[in-house]
């Protein structure tokens, strides 16, 4: 990890907090416990124990890995349905192949995003491919659940592949920090991934003993999860270290600062820092559906039962 980097950080733009901007305090850290999704791969729950309210746009995360497989032991997800949000897959190391019911898809690999938005139904899988499969390897990603406001919640489906080369890379001031911007504005600086709710989505490295301080949008929440690491986030310097999730308070900025002496498998604090505007409506979430109300569930559930969020494609169908 990561797998997007670059040799000389000074030479990418800097990302630089305001004059006078309000860091932001942490509210709480939680640890995420460890489970198993799909077919029976490692994930661990970013946001377990953390109030949807104030997750929102937020709904759920999947740390996946970081595991490194035996050969024949990598691990994906059967075909199955979503409806009411989008989902995005960012895999940091190893590779998933995507297919959906509308025809989008294809290989994701180290550093490369898909952001799959679900609206009024599809059907998608994920799985590692044959050769992965045959090899073993490493296998570290996360997949993010991102709400849609109700009146998005049956936009006609919409499938983004965000190459690893098309990722905004910015820099702190000293060089000590990369950040890896996938969706949203940082500054005056954006990264590729088109949103219906607005958010930002960033993964970054910072060197032992290094500060980064990114401006932030008053308006948004802000999460800080630790995928590898140890150090401290926030105004006050809560000390994170990998598993946990920060979630910060009001304020202009988030600060995140890497311990002086880090593991030697991740040689930096390695962090996805999440915010977005709030929806503020009710969420009711059931399995692959995310809804506004129970009514919506049930009939989400009906109409993938009766075939109206998508067929597997023909070359897919198992007699």
């Known amino acids: 990890m990561p797998a997007v980097d670059v040799d000389d950080r000074t030479v990418l733009p800097t990302v630089v907090a305001p004059t006078g901007a309000r860091p932001r305090a942490v509210r709480s850290v939680t640890s995420a416990p460890a489970g198993f999704e ?17 997750l929102d746009p937020f709904v759920h995360m999947d740390q996946m890995g ?25 895999m940091i190391d190893g590779t998933f192949r995507h297919q959906d019911s509308i025809g989008g898809g294809g290989l994701i690999t180290n550093g490369d995003t898909q952001w799959m938005t679900a609206g ?22 996360v997949q993010l659940w991102v709400n ?21 890379l910015l820099t702190s001031p000293d060089g000590g920090a990369l950040v890896r911007v996938i969706a949203g504005d940082v ?15 960033l993964h970054v490295s910072v060197s032992p003993g290094a500060r980064l301080e990114l401006p932030w949008d008053p308006a948004f929440n802000a999460l800080a999860y630790v995928l590898a690491g140890s150090g401290t986030v926030g105004a006050e310097h809560r000390p ?18 890497a311990d002086a002496s880090q593991e030697a498998r991740h040689p930096e604090l390695e962090v996805l820092v999440l915010g977005g505007r709030p929806i503020g409506e009710p969420v009711v979430a059931y399995g692959p559906f995310v809804m506004n109300t129970r009514d919506q569930i049930a009939q989400a559930f009906e109409d993938y039962q009766a075939g109206r969020l998508g067929s597997v494609p023909p070359a897919h169908v198992v007699s």
Do not use: C, N
């Open 38 to 54: 799909g077919e029976g791969f490692p994930v661990r729950r970013a946001f377990a124990g953390v109030a949807l309210a104030d």
């Open 120 to 141: 009024a139904g599809i059907l998608h899988i994920e799985a590692p491919p044959e050769e992965l499969v045959a090899s073993g390897g490493l296998f570290h990603g």
């Open 240 to 257: 994170v270290r990998t598993g946990q999730l920060a979630l910060l308070g009001p304020g202009d900025t988030v600060v995140v600062t």
């Open 148 to 168: 849609l406001p109700g009146r998005d919640k049956f936009v006609v489906p919409r499938y983004q592949d965000i190459g690893a080369g098309h990722v905004t």
């Open 66 to 90: 970081e595991v490194e497989y035996a050969p024949g032991e990598p691990k994906g997800t059967p075909w199955h349905p979503h409806r009411g949000f989008e989902t995005v897959t960012y």
């Open 187 to 201: 500054g005056a600086h954006r990264g590729p991934g088109v949103t219906h709710t607005p958010i930002v989505m």
